[in-house]
């Protein structure tokens, strides 16, 4: 049987703990999973694509199947390109299903053999994301067992610099 590539799509800015988990979960159910960050999503993102990137490389380093990469452009063309037959996104909350579900369908629309999965993160992650991990960071908050160690240190080097 061929290897199961799948994509799992975002901005991740900054990956957070529940990221995390969905990646690894992820990796127990493709050959290969491939974490692509979005590279023009945002005008004022947080953190740089190449910040991005190395965060997520450092975070994921242990799991051997998964990868990451950036893409720009449509999803469905990036996923072509690299042969993948799903993509992954996370759902938390019945709030997230609405713009989950238009996505979905949209890509559906776009390449009907590219399915999506969706995959709930841990139960005590899901009230954790990027926006809300960036507001409480920089309105003085501990984002302590939000995002990986290493994600709060580059937090702490930004608020160093005076660019929280
Ligand atoms: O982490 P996010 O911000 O919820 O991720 C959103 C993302 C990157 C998955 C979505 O914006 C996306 O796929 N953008 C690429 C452009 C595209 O293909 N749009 C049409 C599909 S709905």
Known sequence: MSEIVAIYPGSFD??????????????????????????????????????RVEMLQEATYSIPNVSVDTFSGLLVDYARQKNAKALLRGIRAFTDYEYELQMALMNRKLAPDLETVFLM??????????????????LGGSVSGLVPPLVE????????QGKP
């Open 14 to 51: 900054p990956i957070t703990n529940g990221h995390l988990d969905l990646i690894e979960r992820g990796s127990h159910l493709f050959n290969r999973l491939i974490v692509a960050i979005l590279t023009n999503l945002e005008k004022h993102p947080l953190f740089t694509v190449t910040e």
């Open 121 to 138: 993160p841990a139960l005590s992650l899901t009230y954790v994301s990027s926006r809300l991990v960036r507001e409480v960071f920089q």
């Open 153 to 160: 240190e580059r937090l702490q080097q930004k608020a160093f």
